[in-house]
């Protein structure tokens, strides 16, 4: 179950987020825009990439724009001097686009079509990674013009997404695949882990350092060098549940990478849930209410088919704003579509709405959008782009 929080209480303060009930009023008046719609914020983009890059200082950031692909997210990044992680041939256009150069990119999808691969090189990317034997060959034609690191499969993460079920070598298996990356004439460039999106376990960053670090000394024991270490991302955000600061989470990595990690082999971090996720609002409006066996239904102009599409593939919860403060019952928040399957809440305890109002839900700017579609030929939520 989850409870909406009444914006104006004195728990909360009369801001959600930065973005007060009034403010945000303001902005669909000014803009002329009807809910759904996302406002999403570039100052808030740069204090996440400031944030991060003080909590692991020495430690490059490439963005991972499958988490929000939206131009303003993309200059930001490329403005505040930092690089992209991709995973297709579009998310390089699109970085591309944003000031992005396509030999500072680390292509990171471990499972490439041949297209995409052509695509890639043939407008700058060099750095690919691979986790199967198979994988390698189909670099054999570009020896000498890419770079392939080797992804390692992370047992035993807590994060919420896990993403070494489908990809990562075993540990064991990395040396004889960098040995046959040699043989097959291409440069062996580093090693690559991810330990699952929305981690709240620091101590698998630290496992992850340690073994990366007797990798590194097992490779470089067959004359193999090790020059980048990528660590992925995971690094949690706030939304229902109380996360670490980002400071004292990185504190004990950077001392694991520290220990762990020789200082002439370069460290980078692919990040996507941080950097998006707190820099988009989105509001939407109650388009119609029932009761159903006594409890209340509010139906909202957005749903699991749109930008709460995130329920669905990225198991989130995300926190409900209101400014109604009555009497607060059990309710159903439900989605636009004629699916019944499109209930984005249950079980939440909300005051009692009218047709016409608007709830505000922070933090969505992570694997919301870009996984959205137009189910019923419903209009997605539009952006608006502040600051």
């Keep these: 179950m989850i409870n909406a929080i009444n914006a104006m209480s004195p728990e909360t303060g009369a801001r959600t987020k930065g973005q007060s009930f009034n403010r945000i009023k303001n902005i669909l008046s000014s803009h002329e825009v009807r809910t759904p719609v996302l406002i999403l914020s570039r100052s808030r983009i740069r204090k996440n990439l400031d944030a991060l890059s003080r909590a692991l200082p020495g430690v490059g950031i490439h963005y991972a724009i499958k988490s929000n692909s939206h131009p303003a997210v ?73 770079k392939l690191l080797i992804r390692v499969k992370v047992e035993n993460s807590s994060a919420v997404v896990n993403l070494s079920y489908k990809f990562g070598c075993r540990p064991e298996e990395v040396l004889d695949l960098a040995g046959r990356i040699i043989d097959r004439g291409i440069e062996f460039f580093g090693l690559a882990f991810h330990v699952g999106s929305q981690c709240l376990d620091n101590g698998i960053y630290i496992k992850m350092a340690d073994m990366a670090g007797e990798l590194i000394r097992a490779l470089g024991s067959r004359g193999i060098e090790t020059r980048l270490l990528d660590i992925g991302g995971g690094f949690p955000v706030l939304y229902t549940e109380t996360v670490p600061n980002i400071s004292g989470f990185c504190r004990p990595i950077r001392k694991a990478l520290k220990n762990n990690i020789p200082s002439h082999i370069d460290i980078i971090c692919e990040p996507g849930r941080f950097i998006s996720a707190t820099a988009v609002t989105l509001v939407a409006s109650v388009i119609g209410k029932s009761v159903r066996s006594g409890r209340p239904w509010y139906f909202l102009d957005d749903g699991l088919y749109g930008s709460f599409s995130g329920r669905i593939y990225d198991h989130c919860r995300y ?63 539009e952006y608006i782009v502040i600051d």
């Design 74 to 146: 993309l200059e930001e990044v490329a403005r505040s001097g930092h690089r992209f992680d991709v995973a297709s041939f579009r998310e390089v256009q699109l970085a591309l686009e944003a000031g992005g150069h396509a030999s500072e990119m680390i292509h990171s999808h471990p499972v490439k079509m041949i297209h995409e691969i052509e695509n890639a090189i043939r407008i700058g990317v060099t750095n690919f990674v691979i986790d199967n034997p198979d994988e390698i060959e189909k670099f054999i034609p570009y020896a000498g013009r890419v």
């Design 319 to 381: 926190q409900v704003v209101t400014n109604r403060n009555t009497t607060w019952k059990r309710s159903v928040l439900a989605g636009p579509t004629c699916d019944s399957f499109d209930v984005i809440y249950k079980d939440i305890i909300l005051p009692p709405l009218e047709t016409g109002d608007i709830l505000v839900f922070p933090a969505m700017g992570a694997y919301c959008s870009v996984s959205a579609s137009q189910f019923n030929c419903l209009r997605k939520a």
